[in-house]
Nanobody, 126 residues
């Protein structure tokens, strides 16, 4: 059984930083595309950043390029999202999702993960 568990969300002031973690069980990260998605109230779910399992290729939404960095540690079965220069527009529930044998771009653009975590709230406010 595959489980994805996010952690690291919270309240941060504009300009601040947070690091999200997604621990996977029952899933081989080196054979799966895995990524971060977010959904703000009244908005569609957005693919924020994804990473391919086979070659580590990454994808970033335009809105977060240069501010967010995705990484993964296969040995720990954990994916991370380092978020810097946070702005109120980044406020959302952040979810991790995975899909075996898919690329980072395909996962983020399609938003079709086979497995989803429960989400973690990120609030950027002064």
């Amino acid at each position: 059984q595959v489980q994805l568990v996010e952690s690291g969300g919270g309240l941060v002031q504009p300009g601040g930083s947070l690091r999200l973690s997604c621990e996977a069980s029952g899933l081989a990260l080196d054979d799966s595309g895995i990524g971060w998605f977010r959904q703000a109230p009244g908005k569609e779910r957005e693919g924020v950043s994804c990473i391919s399992g086979s070659d580590g290729d990454t994808y970033y939404a335009v809105s977060v390029r240069g501010r967010f960095t995705i990484s993964r540690d296969n040995a720990k079965s954990t994916m991370y999202l380092e978020m810097n220069s946070l702005a109120p527009g980044d406020t959302a529930v952040y979810y991790c999702a995975a899909r075996p044998r898919t690329t980072s771009q395909a996962l983020c653009i399609s938003r079709r993960g086979d497995y989803w975590g429960q989400g973690t709230q990120v609030t950027v406010s002064s």
